[in-house]
């Protein structure tokens, strides 16, 4: 089928799913979007997409459905609820779930999908709101021939890395909790380096120069400290995003007796950042626990410190 005869529905307009459904404009599908906000749909369709109400209503005569929402509960609601997604989809679409899970429900999604008729594609994504609008996300897919046949024109304009990782839908969701347990445990060390830095009287901007260049450097250290030395928090990725990955990577390891104390010292961090109240803040805002518990001093967004 070609790109301009194929219709897309992106269900969940966030950070995200915004960026992914303009990419797919710019590819030159039709692209129906869907969210809780009627803002981001009303902001969507000035972009030149169209809107809908419901997921029912979205993915009516759509090939792909993409579903972009932050868990796997609200995969279930959308697909299995209250004008839910899945009776209303035409018989050998694909649903795309973007959504970070356990594997272990994402086989379980799957099956009642596929036995509805449907196809079902594991693709957790990766690299944030940014490149998602740009269309260069890594996307960790999983999923039948078939199912990757009638998705991929529109994942290859959503991707810039696009990883087939199987035929059974469960591993992209495996893999995709291996980068977040590091993206974890990376951001929980930056937080922590920053800090103690901060505390040791350092300047902590010629920290982040030096250290950038250094063997210390991780992607989430470059990527997330401007945050703390520019006192913003706004969120691109939330405190609490970490809270249900991180505590999903706990339940596979227990599963599996399989030992991740440095996950699991992660996860702590980012709870006592959640339980401060900073849960929606950007997950950089662990820096600050580590502030108020130590007295080390961080700027403001007015560039002070505080």
Same mark, same amino acid.
């Given at each position: 089928?070609?790109?301009?005869?194929?219709?897309? @529905?992106?269900?969940?307009?966030?950070?995200?799913?915004?960026?992914?459904?303009?990419?797919?404009?710019?590819?030159?599908?039709?692209?129906?979007?869907?969210?809780?906000?009627?803002?981001?749909?009303?902001?969507?369709?000035?972009?030149?997409?169209?809107?809908?109400?419901?997921?029912?209503?979205?993915?009516?005569? *759509?090939?792909?459905?993409?579903?972009?929402?932050?868990?796997? @509960?609200?995969?279930?609601?959308?697909?299995?609820?209250?004008?839910?997604?899945?009776?209303?989809?035409?018989?050998?679409?694909?649903?795309?779930?973007?959504?970070?899970?356990?594997?272990?429900?994402?086989?379980?999604?799957? /099956?009642?999908?596929?036995?509805?008729?449907?196809?079902?594609?594991?693709?957790?994504?990766?690299?944030?709101?940014?490149?998602?609008?740009?269309?260069?996300?890594?996307?960790? @897919?999983?999923?039948?021939?078939?199912?990757?046949?009638?998705?991929?024109?529109?994942?290859?304009?959503?991707?810039?890395?696009?990883?087939?990782?199987?035929?059974?839908?469960?591993?992209?969701?495996?893999?995709?909790?291996?980068?977040?347990?590091?993206?974890?445990?990376?951001?929980?060390?930056?937080?922590?380096?920053?800090?103690? /830095?901060?505390?040791?009287?350092?300047?902590?901007?010629?920290?982040?120069?030096?250290?950038?260049?250094?063997?210390?450097?991780?992607?989430?250290?470059?990527?997330?400290?401007?945050?703390?030395?520019?006192?913003?928090?706004?969120?691109?990725?939330?405190?609490?995003?970490?809270?249900?990955?991180?505590?999903?990577?706990?339940?596979?390891?227990?599963?599996?007796?399989?030992?991740?104390?440095?996950?699991?010292?992660?996860?702590?961090?980012?709870?006592?950042?959640?339980?401060?109240?900073?849960?929606?803040?950007?997950?950089?805002?662990? *820096?600050?626990?580590?502030?108020?518990?130590?007295?080390?001093?961080?700027?403001?967004?007015?560039?002070?410190?505080?």
């Amino acid at each position: 089928m070609a790109v301009s005869a194929q219709r897309i @529905a992106v269900i969940g307009l966030g950070s995200m799913g915004f960026g992914m459904a303009t990419s797919l404009l710019r590819a030159g599908f039709v692209v129906t979007g869907c969210d809780v906000s009627a803002d981001s749909v009303a902001r969507f369709k000035a972009g030149g997409g169209q809107g809908a109400t419901t997921s029912a209503e979205a993915v009516r005569d *759509a090939d792909v459905v993409i579903s972009v929402v932050v868990n796997a @509960a609200q995969t279930e609601a959308i697909l299995f609820g209250q004008n839910g997604a899945l009776e209303a989809m035409a018989p050998g679409a694909v649903f795309v779930s973007a959504a970070t899970m356990d594997p272990e429900i994402a086989k379980r999604l799957a /099956a009642r999908v596929e036995a509805s008729g449907r196809l079902y594609l594991d693709a957790p994504i990766s690299g944030g709101a940014q490149r998602a609008a740009q269309g260069e996300l890594t996307i960790l @897919a999983s999923g039948s021939p078939a199912a990757f046949a009638k998705a991929r024109p529109a994942l290859d304009a959503m991707a810039a890395k696009l990883y087939e990782l199987g035929d059974a839908p469960g591993q992209g969701s495996a893999f995709k909790m291996i980068n977040q347990l590091l993206a974890g445990v990376h951001i929980a060390a930056a937080s922590e380096a920053i800090s103690f /830095a901060a505390k040791q009287g350092l300047d902590i901007r010629k920290v982040y120069e030096v250290i950038t260049a250094s063997a210390g450097n991780s992607w989430m250290f470059e990527n997330r400290v401007p945050h703390v030395l520019d006192g913003d928090y706004t969120p691109r990725s939330a405190v609490d995003i970490f809270v249900k990955d991180l505590g999903i990577v706990q339940d596979m390891a227990r599963n599996a007796k399989f030992p991740v104390p440095m996950s699991a010292a992660a996860l702590q961090m980012f709870l006592m950042a959640s339980a401060a109240g900073m849960g929606r803040d950007d997950d950089i805002a662990v *820096a600050k626990i580590y502030a108020q518990v130590t007295g080390a001093r961080l700027p403001d967004s007015k560039g002070g410190a505080k």
